[in-house]
């Protein structure tokens, strides 16, 4: 901007009509520094927003507008070089008030010169932004809210997806183990190698094999009912006793190296419940204690009371869980990350729905295990007085 020649940024020298404009806006601070940096004029807008009337500022620096840190390195100073050899320095940025609040602020700073080209001084016209601003980061803190949204939900949709692929491979797997057998032993039904007298402990572990696989079916269905709140459980009255024999007669066939110990209450241990369901809990629990010990050993399915509860437990000689993962055995899908239980099939279904059904009863299932010792699941249910 070029200055009458002789004028030095004094509000008369801007003719009367045009400086009381400029002293009565309010929106924008309107005031002009000397070369140096040093406020000269102020106007009605400039005391809105910064807080010093005229007497408080003129006659002191510019930099007093600027945070400590951009005024210790001399920003103030860099701008109006940069006015100088420019003409103009524009920016948004923070600035303090007198009261030490600060706003947000757009600036324009110009450099006047009169007719010679000689600074004179120069002109800052600075808005209060803060509200707009505010709006903005707002907006910009939702938009990032949503992208981290949208990209966990993505994330967690990837970790479905690779959780399904690998629960299909481990169920295919589970399902062609007992399917083998059958299909073997079918093989020698029909070509007649099976000795009559061995015909009968063949049906029985071919009825243990289709049981192991009615199981993981089941724990399929189960899980996808549960998915869609689909699962409803119907009210029987019935003895715990007499569901854990069943069990136990069920899979004797499987022992490899084990033996069973059955070791009843005396007294009816009757429930409220879904029977089926709750076979399904024991059968799973019987399963396991079979599958993760490998090495044989004794099984012990025990029944009895406790205070208002009965409860039925199942207890192996096998690898055992280290007290690090057990909270991780009742989650869905959660398999436990060591070498020994990898090399034994199984998809990470069961307990998780073991312990969600007991729950729904009203029960709960607890573990007490050692790695190396065994393993002890015990279901508890609310008895029927
Ligand atoms: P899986 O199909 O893998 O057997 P479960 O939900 O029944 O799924 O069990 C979850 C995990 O808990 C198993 O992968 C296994 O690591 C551990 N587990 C369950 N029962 C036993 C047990 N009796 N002894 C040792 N580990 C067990």
Redesign the pocket.
Same mark, same amino acid.
């Given at each position: 901007m070029v200055l009458r020649k002789g004028s030095i940024a004094e509000p008369e020298e801007l003719g009367d009509q045009f400086a009381l404009l400029v002293s009565n806006v309010i929106d924008y601070a309107i005031f002009m520094l000397d070369t140096t940096g040093v406020v000269v004029t102020w106007n009605e807008g400039a005391q809105r927003i910064k807080g010093y009337r005229a007497d408080e500022i003129i006659g002191r620096h510019f930099s007093v507008f600027y945070p400590t840190e951009e005024a210790r390195n001399r920003k103030p100073d860099w701008e109006l070089e940069v006015a100088i050899r420019e003409g103009r320095y524009a920016e948004e940025g923070w600035r303090v008030r007198k009261d030490g609040t600060q706003f947000w602020a757009s600036v324009v700073i110009t450099a006047l010169r009169d007719e010679t080209g000689r600074l004179r001084g120069f002109g800052k016209v600075t808005r209060d932004l803060t509200d707009r601003h505010m709006m903005e980061e707002q907006r910009n803190a939702e938009r990032d809210a949503e992208a981290q949204r949208l990209r966990e939900h993505a994330t967690s949709m990837a970790e479905l997806e690779q959780a399904k692929t690998e629960f299909l491979n481990?169920a295919s797997h589970?399902l062609r183990g007992p399917l083998t057998v059958i299909r073997g032993y079918n093989s020698m039904l029909g070509d007649g190698t099976i000795p009559s007298d061995q015909v009968p402990s063949i049906a029985r572990l071919l009825e243990a094999k289709l049981a192991q696989m009615d199981l993981l079916i089941e724990?399929m269905l189960e899980t996808a009912r549960m998915e869609h709140d689909r699962l409803e459980l119907t009210r029987d009255r019935f003895d715990v006793r007499w569901v854990a024999q069943e069990q136990l007669d069920l899979f004797r066939p499987l022992a490899h190296g084990h033996h069973f110990v059955m070791d009843a209450a005396h007294e009816p241990l009757v429930v409220e419940g879904d029977r089926s369901r709750i076979s399904t809990i024991v059968a +799973?629990?019987m *399963?396991?204690?079979l599958?993760?010990?490998p090495a044989g050993g004794e099984i012990c399915l025990m029944s009895g009371r406790r205070g208002t509860d009965v409860f039925v437990s /199942?207890r *192996?000689e096998?690898?055992?869980?280290s007290p690090e993962?057990l909270p991780?055995? $009742?989650t869905r899908f #959660?398999?436990?990350p060591?070498q020994e +239980?990898m090399s034994?099939?199984?998809? #990470?279904?069961?307990? $998780?729905?073991?312990k969600e059904i007991a729950v729904r009863h009203g029960g709960d299932i607890k /573990?007490n295990?050692r790695p190396g010792v #065994?393993?002890e $699941?015990t279901l508890t249910l609310p008895a029927v007085r």
């Amino acid at each position: 901007m070029v200055l009458r020649k002789g004028s030095i940024a004094e509000p008369e020298e801007l003719g009367d009509q045009f400086a009381l404009l400029v002293s009565n806006v309010i929106d924008y601070a309107i005031f002009m520094l000397d070369t140096t940096g040093v406020v000269v004029t102020w106007n009605e807008g400039a005391q809105r927003i910064k807080g010093y009337r005229a007497d408080e500022i003129i006659g002191r620096h510019f930099s007093v507008f600027y945070p400590t840190e951009e005024a210790r390195n001399r920003k103030p100073d860099w701008e109006l070089e940069v006015a100088i050899r420019e003409g103009r320095y524009a920016e948004e940025g923070w600035r303090v008030r007198k009261d030490g609040t600060q706003f947000w602020a757009s600036v324009v700073i110009t450099a006047l010169r009169d007719e010679t080209g000689r600074l004179r001084g120069f002109g800052k016209v600075t808005r209060d932004l803060t509200d707009r601003h505010m709006m903005e980061e707002q907006r910009n803190a939702e938009r990032d809210a949503e992208a981290q949204r949208l990209r966990e939900h993505a994330t967690s949709m990837a970790e479905l997806e690779q959780a399904k692929t690998e629960f299909l491979n481990l169920a295919s797997h589970e399902l062609r183990g007992p399917l083998t057998v059958i299909r073997g032993y079918n093989s020698m039904l029909g070509d007649g190698t099976i000795p009559s007298d061995q015909v009968p402990s063949i049906a029985r572990l071919l009825e243990a094999k289709l049981a192991q696989m009615d199981l993981l079916i089941e724990q399929m269905l189960e899980t996808a009912r549960m998915e869609h709140d689909r699962l409803e459980l119907t009210r029987d009255r019935f003895d715990v006793r007499w569901v854990a024999q069943e069990q136990l007669d069920l899979f004797r066939p499987l022992a490899h190296g084990h033996h069973f110990v059955m070791d009843a209450a005396h007294e009816p241990l009757v429930v409220e419940g879904d029977r089926s369901r709750i076979s399904t809990i024991v059968a +799973n629990l019987m *399963d396991n204690a079979l599958k993760y010990s490998p090495a044989g050993g004794e099984i012990c399915l025990m029944s009895g009371r406790r205070g208002t509860d009965v409860f039925v437990s /199942v207890r *192996d000689e096998g690898i055992g869980i280290s007290p690090e993962h057990l909270p991780r055995m $009742f989650t869905r899908f #959660g398999r436990l990350p060591t070498q020994e +239980n990898m090399s034994i099939s199984g998809t #990470g279904l069961g307990l $998780f729905l073991c312990k969600e059904i007991a729950v729904r009863h009203g029960g709960d299932i607890k /573990v007490n295990s050692r790695p190396g010792v #065994g393993s002890e $699941f015990t279901l508890t249910l609310p008895a029927v007085r």
